[in-house]
């Protein structure tokens, strides 16, 4: 079975740039999430999608990011502009979740961002 | 949910099993245990959950105290491969499935 893929790997932008990231879930996976993760702390969520709807959002900075998730399957989370601490690693993890069972999240690689 | 506490690092030796253990005195009787892990380099793995009693798979062992105040991860033969920080969530009936991570335990494995 594929796992989760990512893409870019790495990136690196100027502060006030954008840049997209993209995540292809596991197949059938109808939950994806989207993960910051700063150097040295544990993952953080930034979204939350059950098939192409929004769970939750609460941490995600709205003023500059965004993510969709079209038709339920691939999604896309962008940042603009961009700042110095946005570098971290964005981690996608998708999972078969539904309703209150709780399923193992897999994640992908990640995208390693860094905003000089 | 309810906020677990781990130690922030471990040592072990090669083949030795392996004890990292986690509290979550406010655990709430619907919670459920999971461990996650992430090697360098890499997004986090699944490794095991549990609600009230013991777990073992060909991971690793979940145990559980009896007031489920404190669960033991059990890595029964260390490997080099197992060196990660290893992170201790509990997840609650309601709780959208999504992940709350703290600072975890990084274990070293020695040769």
């Known amino acids: 079975e594929a796992g989760v893929a990512q893409s870019p790997r790495y990136k690196i932008i100027e502060k006030r740039q954008s840049v997209a990231f993209w995540c292809n879930p596991i197949?059938?996976?109808?939950?994806l999430y989207w993960y910051q993760q700063i150097l040295g702390q544990g993952p953080k969520l930034l979204i939350q999608f059950q098939n192409n709807g929004v769970v939750d959002d609460s941490q995600l900075p709205k003023d500059r990011f965004s993510a969709e998730r079209l038709k339920g399957v691939d999604s896309t989370l962008k940042i603009q502009p961009a700042k110095l601490e946005d570098s971290a690693v964005y981690l996608c993890?998708?999972?078969?979740?539904?309703?209150?069972?709780?399923?193992?999240?897999?994640f992908g690689p990640g995208t390693r961002l860094t905003v000089t | 949910d309810a906020k677990t506490t781990q130690p922030n690092s471990m040592e072990s030796n090669e083949e030795e099993p392996v004890h990292l253990p986690c509290n979550h005195s406010t655990i709430s009787g619907t919670d459920y245990i999971h461990w996650y892990r992430q090697l360098p380099s890499q997004g986090p793995e699944y490794v095991i959950h549990g609600l009230t009693s013991n777990v073992n798979n060909r991971m690793a062992s979940l145990a559980i105290a009896e007031d489920r105040k404190s669960s033991t991860l059990i890595l029964h033969r260390a490997t080099l491969r197992d060196a990660a920080v290893y992170y201790c969530i509990l997840i609650g009936l309601g709780n959208t499935g999504k992940l709350i991570f703290g600072q975890g335990t990084t274990l070293q494995v020695k040769p």
């Open positions: 197949s059938g996976h109808a939950t």
């Open positions: 993890a998708s999972s078969s979740y539904r309703g209150r069972i709780v399923y193992e999240q897999y």
